[in-house]
Structures are given as structure tokens and as C-alpha cells.
């Protein structure tokens, strides 16, 4: 792959993060995706379910900003990104997994109306389309992520699908 074809496969994945299109990671675009979440799911901010995604959008965004926001400006440039945030989360997907791991966690637990620990695909096709995901990628990403084939998606499943999203840049995905 060369280094165009790279650079705009890492400037897809940044949009995925820049909620309000901008051209910067913040705070707020964690927010966004929260908020987003709780109202396409039914889910009071101020329930269990909503303040643990609210917290899990902040541990995420901290994280993120830890590794990215060179700065220091409270902001992720696409530059700051593509230039810090993907080296350093190619370098260490496992890091990347545990920064996501709350709010995935928390996002499943919107999604989850049984408390099982599980969102159906349906359900987590939903999520991902209100984070931005075209229909076809939303569907997709969703089938994909049920490994087994029970039409359910854990925790575990989601955040290395997640990480490896992120943190490796195949020649062919987007």
C-alpha cells in the first residue's frame, strides 16, 4: 500500500472520531456519541447505563488525548492523529483496546435491554449507524463482530474488533 492510499485510510478512521466534522478530536465528540447512543436506545443520562457511558466517553476521550494531543491543546488534529495516535496505537493495540474498553463496554450495556452482557446484532447495527456508519458498514461491521453466530455480541468481541480497526490498515479496508 502506498503512502496516499495509507494516509486516507487513517484520515476515514480519524472521521469516525470527529463527531461534529470540525477537523479535530475533542471532548465534545465523545459527548456527541454518548448522547447519540442514549437517545437512539431510550436511555436517561442520568440512569446507571447512561452515567457509565458518559464516564466511559471521558475515560476514552482521556486516553485518546494522552496518546494524541501533542499539544497539549485538548484537541486531536488530524495531523496529531495520523502522526502520533496511529504509530503509537499500530505499536500497541492492546492499549488502544483498554482507552475503548469502558465505553464499548458501556455502549454494549445500552444496547443490552436483557443485562446479559451481550447486544444482539441488530442492536449493535443500530449503535454503530448512529456513530456515523454508512447502512452497508454498519451491517457489515455488526455481522462481523458475531463470531459464533448467536446473533449476540459481547463485550470481548467488541473491543478487539474495535482495536484492530484502529490499529492495523489493511489494503483493502476503507
Excluded at 447512543?37 to 466517553?57: H, I, N, S, V
Excluded at 503509537?88 to 464499548?104: V, W
Aim: aromatic content about 10%; overall charge negative; proline content about 3%.
Amino acid at each position: 500500500m502506498d503512502s496516499a492510499e495509507y494516509e486516507r485510510k487513517i484520515a476515514f478512521r480519524f472521521a469516525a472520531f470527529d463527531q461534529d466534522g470540525n477537523g479535530y478530536i475533542d471532548r465534545a465528540d465523545f459527548n456527541a456519541a454518548a448522547a447519540r447512543l442514549l437517545t437512539e436506545f431510550g436511555t436517561t443520562a442520568r440512569c446507571d447505563k447512561g452515567q457509565a457511558l458518559y464516564t466511559g466517553a471521558e475515560a476514552f476521550w482521556q486516553g485518546m488525548a494522552g496518546i494524541a494531543d501533542v499539544d497539549g491543546d485538548q484537541r486531536v488534529t488530524r495531523e496529531e492523529f495520523v502522526g502520533g495516535a496511529v504509530k503509537r496505537l499500530r505499536d500497541s493495540p492492546e492499549r488502544f483496546a483498554e482507552i475503548a474498553r469502558p465505553f464499548l463496554r458501556a455502549a454494549i450495556a445500552v444496547a443490552d435491554p436483557d443485562n446479559d452482557g451481550a447486544a444482539a446484532v441488530t442492536a449493535v447495527e443500530r449503535a454503530l449507524r448512529v456513530l456515523g456508519a454508512s447502512p452497508d458498514a454498519a451491517a457489515f461491521a455488526a455481522q462481523s463482530l458475531d463470531a459464533d453466530r448467536d446473533g449476540r455480541i459481547a463485550e470481548a468481541d467488541a473491543v478487539a474488533a474495535f482495536a484492530a480497526y484502529f490499529t492495523v490498515i489493511e489494503p483493502d479496508a476503507p
